[in-house]
């Protein structure tokens, strides 16, 4: 490796900085969107165990026509599927960033190395699938005591 001026260790250095700063932008959204997941599953628990125990946490639970429950459910299943798929692009972003980033590091140390190609995608996360599946699975079960409830 040849000798490395200052001005491309300050680039190399600024360069770390922004893959630092991206790396925790990365970090944050995967807290949130493990986050809300998991508010979105206590909520449908805790109304699902409020059916099932007979404790009326809302008065509206046990009014609930079985129509209304279907549209209730559907609507948090889609709006979590709406936001799951926000985040992956969002992550898709951070990522693709973050790629550009290393291969201009590795082209400051060494021009010869072969640039990283990205090829990350969305639709293969198997996290987004399983918090899906989740939530349907749970809105199921929430419709499924709501109906029940209310014959």
């Given amino acids: 490796m040849s000798e490395v001026n200052e001005g491309t260790k300050r680039q ?14 990365y970090d944050n959204k995967v807290r949130h969107e493990w986050r809300l997941s998991i508010a979105i599953w206590i909520a449908l628990v805790a109304s699902i ?5 007979g404790k009326q946490l809302h008065a509206w639970l046990c009014v609930t026509p079985v129509a209304l429950a ?9 709006l979590h599927v709406w936001f799951l798929f926000w985040i ?7 990522r693709e960033k973050l790629c550009e980033i290393r291969n201009k590091m590795q082209a ?7 640039e ?4 990350r995608n969305i639709f293969t996360q ?11 699975l749970l ?7 709501v109906s029940a409830a209310s014959a």
């Fill in 12 to 25: 190399f250095d600024g360069l770390a900085a922004l893959e630092s700063q991206r790396w925790k932008e």
């Fill in 49 to 53: 165990g409020a059916i099932f125990s």
């Fill in 70 to 78: 279907a549209i209730v459910a559907v609507l948090i299943f889609a």
């Fill in 88 to 94: 992956q692009i969002s992550l898709q972003k951070i």
């Fill in 108 to 114: 400051l140390i060494d021009e010869s190395l072969k």
């Fill in 116 to 119: 990283e190609k990205f090829t």
């Fill in 126 to 136: 198997p996290s987004m699938y399983v918090q899906a599946l989740l939530t349907f």
């Fill in 139 to 145: 809105c199921v079960v929430f419709f499924w005591m």
